[in-house]
């Protein structure tokens, strides 16, 4: 009693809380897709690694670490029901600190991404406004399963391949690459699908209409899955027929282990969703890479 006394009457966040807050393990995709992005457009890093560097810790740290911290601060309810252990509803970060820590996140996002250029000030400021559209009342489309999940898997594989790719080569991507991107961004919204599974019980009490609410586990989990395989399907067609064979054959074995994975994880769907999230989106994202190496030096599509 004397800890939880202790913790609702702090008047400022303990550095631990706001370090979970903003939640580092879900740096890696925005920061891996943004590497994917520089790659596949056949530039060396090295050769502008202060911009890559610093489009890493945008994508990652300050970007996705500001989803987070609004994400949380407009969940607090939802999470006080979820997981009543998280900075804001156990009171380490009190008051309202966890809402001028996402703002003040915000405004240091477009700070960075003016230090981009023309096109990384731009990715950032979709970013932003993507991740309060997902979090913040009245728009909230987290509250659809269709759009939620969507917006984010555009957010976090798509938007920063794209903007890696735009960043390094000065200008528009190829027709190859976006659509590369976006198929990857496509197939994320699986991936976002099975990480709702973890807030089933707060999403129906407070009216998120996550498709493990809307379908039920079952068949919600074949919905992700579904929509992950055909994704990477048809990565490895296009590569098929823009003659990468040798890397369409590398994604197509990634892709048949992970169906091979899906079969365990529709097996008890919500008791195996972490476990795929740590086998399946591995491979998955293994996929991402070994797309991008073959993007580079393709002649590209008018």
Same mark, same amino acid.
């Given at each position: 009693?004397?800890?939880?006394?202790?913790?609702?009457?702090?008047?400022?966040?303990?550095?631990?809380?706001?370090?979970?807050?903003?939640?580092?393990?879900?740096?890696?995709?925005?920061? /891996? %897709? !943004?590497?994917?992005?520089? +790659?596949?457009?056949?530039? *060396?890093? #090295?050769?502008?690694?202060?911009? &890559?560097? @610093?489009?890493?810790?945008?994508?990652?740290?300050?970007?996705?670490?500001?989803?987070?911290?609004?994400?949380?601060?407009?969940?607090?309810?939802?999470?006080?029901?979820?997981?009543?252990?998280?900075?804001?509803?156990?009171?380490?970060?009190?008051?309202?600190?966890?809402?001028?820590?996402?703002?003040?996140?915000?405004?240091?996002?477009?700070?960075?991404?003016?230090?981009?250029?023309?096109?990384?000030?731009?990715?950032?400021?979709?970013?932003?406004?993507?991740? /309060? %559209? !997902?979090?913040?009342?009245? +728009?909230?489309?987290?509250? *659809?399963? #269709?759009?939620?999940?969507?917006? &984010?898997? @555009?957010?976090?594989?798509?938007?920063?391949?794209?903007?890696?790719?735009?960043?390094?080569?000065?200008?528009?991507?190829?027709?190859?690459?976006?659509?590369?991107?976006?198929?990857?961004?496509?197939?994320?919204?699986?991936?976002?699908?099975?990480?709702?599974?973890?807030?089933?019980?707060?999403?129906?009490?407070?009216?998120?209409?996550?498709?493990?609410?809307?379908?039920?586990?079952?068949?919600?989990?074949?919905?992700?899955?579904?929509?992950?395989?055909?994704?990477? %399907?048809?990565?490895?067609?296009?590569?098929?027929?823009?003659?990468?064979?040798?890397?369409?054959?590398?994604?197509?074995? @990634?892709?048949?282990?992970?169906?091979?994975?899906?079969?365990?994880?529709?097996?008890?769907?919500?008791?195996?969703?972490?476990?795929?999230?740590?086998?399946?989106?591995?491979?998955?994202?293994?996929?991402?890479?070994?797309?991008?190496?073959?993007?580079?030096?393709?002649?590209?599509?008018?």
């Amino acid at each position: 009693m004397t800890v939880s006394r202790t913790l609702h009457s702090a008047r400022y966040p303990q550095p631990r809380a706001m370090l979970e807050l903003i939640k580092p393990i879900t740096w890696f995709p925005p920061m /891996w %897709a !943004y590497l994917c992005g520089i +790659i596949s457009v056949g530039v *060396s890093p #090295w050769s502008s690694w202060p911009m &890559v560097i @610093l489009g890493v810790l945008l994508a990652g740290p300050v970007v996705c670490g500001m989803s987070q911290a609004a994400n949380d601060w407009c969940d607090r309810h939802v999470d006080a029901v979820n997981e009543p252990h998280r900075p804001i509803p156990s009171g380490r970060i009190p008051g309202r600190w966890g809402l001028w820590i996402a703002l003040a996140m915000s405004v240091l996002s477009l700070a960075i991404g003016w230090l981009l250029g023309p096109w990384g000030f731009a990715a950032t400021i979709v970013g932003v406004l993507a991740a /309060w %559209a !997902y979090s913040v009342e009245p +728009i909230r489309l987290k509250r *659809s399963g #269709w759009w939620g999940p969507g917006l &984010v898997g @555009l957010c976090y594989e798509g938007l920063p391949w794209f903007t890696g790719a735009a960043v390094l080569s000065d200008g528009v991507p190829s027709f190859q690459v976006v659509t590369m991107a976006l198929l990857y961004a496509l197939g994320a919204h699986g991936i976002m699908t099975l990480n709702d599974f973890k807030a089933l019980e707060g999403d129906r009490i407070h009216g998120v209409r996550s498709l493990p609410v809307t379908l039920g586990p079952d068949v919600a989990a074949r919905v992700a899955c579904t929509v992950m395989a055909l994704a990477q %399907a048809i990565v490895i067609c296009l590569l098929f027929i823009w003659g990468k064979p040798v890397h369409a054959i590398f994604v197509f074995l @990634l892709l048949f282990w992970q169906i091979r994975a899906m079969g365990t994880l529709l097996s008890d769907p919500k008791g195996k969703a972490p476990w795929y999230q740590a086998t399946g989106i591995t491979m998955y994202v293994t996929g991402m890479m070994i797309t991008a190496f073959a993007l580079r030096g393709m002649e590209v599509l008018a």
